[in-house]
């Protein structure tokens, strides 16, 4: 069992720190689009595209990074007590903790494919005047979603490697 949870924390820590690390550099695709949305409406005519691409953007950014934020411990945690824990201690209270995170992740990513098999099946669009597919955000959001879960999964194996005092 050990075997398998070593595997499966290298194989997904992998993915979604190389994922995040190509996330990280996202921003300047946003800056990128928010700036061509200054330009066009300071000097030609304003672009119907730039705000919600930004948005969409932004959506990918967190998403996709969100699992490489979990893995490098950068999340935010109520320090008030848990700094002064012990590891095994931290190790108890992240498996308690971590069980409703994988629940609410399950329910999210219930609800995203669902919401994705409707943008597909009826060619969901937004209701801007660009109107463009939602489709696309959706299969990201649902890809984002499904890499957080495994990553919870990886910090769920994490800490009972540590509550048994092995090393994965």
Request: aromatic share 18%; net charge positive.
């Amino acid at each position: 069992m050990l075997l398998f949870m070593g595997r499966y924390v290298r194989i997904v820590d992998a993915v979604n720190y190389r994922m995040g690390r190509i996330m990280m550099y996202f921003i300047f695709v946003m800056v990128a689009i928010l700036l061509w949305s200054s330009i066009s409406k300071t000097f030609f005519l304003p672009s119907l595209w730039t705000l919600e691409l930004a948005q969409f953007a932004m959506v990918a950014y967190y998403i996709l990074g969100g699992p490489y934020s979990m893995q490098q411990g950068a999340h935010v945690r109520m320090d008030l007590f848990y700094g002064g824990w012990s590891d095994k201690k931290k190790a108890q209270i992240d498996a308690i903790t971590v069980l409703f995170l994988i629940f609410y992740l399950g329910v999210m990513l219930y609800g995203a494919y669902d919401s994705t098999s409707y943008s597909f099946q009826y060619g969901e669009r937004s209701p801007t005047a660009w109107r463009p597919y939602l489709w696309p955000i959706k299969v990201v959001m649902c890809f984002g979603i499904f890499m957080m879960l495994l990553q919870s999964i990886s910090e769920l194996f994490k800490d009972i490697a540590t509550l048994k005092g092995v090393e994965l």
